[in-house]
């Protein structure tokens, strides 16, 4: 449980999400519930991570921010598929 917590937190921070944590995801905007979705996908620290188009929907000033936040969790992931929509 501690650390669920404790990766909770470091994703959480590491997208941008920590002062939201105690709102309801009802109350969450659509990119928020994108990140929050991209945590959930991460959490569990898996070694496979397949996500279509995790970037759409995000705002200019969270788009790089959650790349960010890839770079620095996808090392520990053994492999990574992400698509982004074709122009």
């Given at each position: 449980q501690t650390q669920r917590q404790e990766r909770?937190?470091?994703y959480a921070r590491v997208f941008?999400?920590?002062s939201d944590l105690a709102?309801?995801?009802s109350a969450y905007s659509h990119g928020m519930k994108q990140k929050l979705?991209?945590?959930?996908?991460?959490?569990h620290e898996p070694k496979l991570v397949i996500m279509d188009e995790p970037f759409v929907g995000l705002d200019p000033v969270a788009?790089?921010?959650?790349q960010a936040g890839f770079s620095r969790t996808i090392p520990s992931?053994?492999?990574?598929?992400?698509?982004?929509?074709?122009?």
């Open positions: 909770i937190h470091t941008d999400l920590t709102q309801p995801v979705a991209i945590i959930s996908a991460l959490i788009r790089p921010r959650v992931i053994t492999s990574a598929a992400l698509r982004a929509p074709s122009s």
